[in-house]
């Protein structure tokens, strides 16, 4: 497949996801040039048919395409705009494709800067572990014109295993962000659960066998909520008033027990706006509903079954 391919690579960034992700494009025998400040990084192309390359400048003379993947969005913008930056090398019509996790409105000044110079931008930001990044099965989230996602199609087929084009420039990280806002935040709730449950005294395997069973421990956004409020019903399963009334017994039980449970009194204010807003008989679920209302997001309509599954 990349055989065939013309364009030239650049890739600067080579940290715990970037070093594999480079090897990849590496395998699959691109005309490859790589760029970190870690000699021991750059060591682990030698012998390999990769330019190594001393500046990102050094990275553009030899790229059609540059690929970056740096810890924040000042140090994209000092890659590609600072001292011995990319910019001084990068051709018009050349391509530079952001794989970093950094802040959208920042990715989009830069689009908009470096569009001035005829160089086009995408943020390709990636979600999976470096265990993915060895193995080439990340999922990456693009923003950007569907032209440029064709022209870096075949690198990041050698990257990952899935790719969504989410829409324009800024877009991949948005939804990224997303994601990682639900994997942080189900990261305290898991851990809230585990504490709760062995602050009462329960034998955590008993508890973990339990989640592992419900909803509680696999997640509502791939059990109840594509059976119910995605699918328009929310007919109660489980109404939003007896919700509240669980999660406020709940909260009384921890208190006097001391466990901390501050997700838990969070939500348990939302879940008392149900009411006042017309929602307490609905099914829990209907939380996005209530959510949409407060935010004024039109509902979206059912997700086709594919997504839903």
Known sequence: MSEGSTSRLGFIGLGKMGLPMAHNLAAARFALCVFD?????????????????????????????????????????????????????????????????????DTVELAAELATCGIGFMDAPVCRSPREAVTGDLLILVGGTAANLARARPAFEAMGEQIFHVGDVGSGLR????????????????????????????????????????????????TNYPRKVLRGDVSPDFPLSMGLKDLSLALKLGASEGAPLPLGAAARELYALAKPWGRGQEDCTAMLLLLEDIAQVEHHPVPPDSATT
């Open 175 to 222: 939804l990224k962000l997303v994601n990682n806002y639900l994997s942080m935040v189900q990261m305290v709730v898991a851990a809230e659960g585990l504490m709760f449950a062995a602050k009462l005294g329960i034998d955590r395997q008993m508890a973990f066998e339990l989640f592992s069973k419900t909803p509680a421990g696999k997640g509502q956004m791939l």
């Open 37 to 105: 400040k870690s000699p021991e990084a750059l060591r682990s192309f030698e012998g390999l048919s990769v330019r190594i390359c001393a500046s990102p400048r050094e990275v553009a003379q030899h790229s059609d395409i540059v690929f970056t993947m740096l810890p924040e969005s000042k140090h994209v913008r000092e890659v590609l705009l600072g001292t011995d930056g990319a910019i001084e090398n990068l051709a018009t019509g050349a391509l530079v494709v952001d794989m970093s996790t950094g802040d959208p409105q």
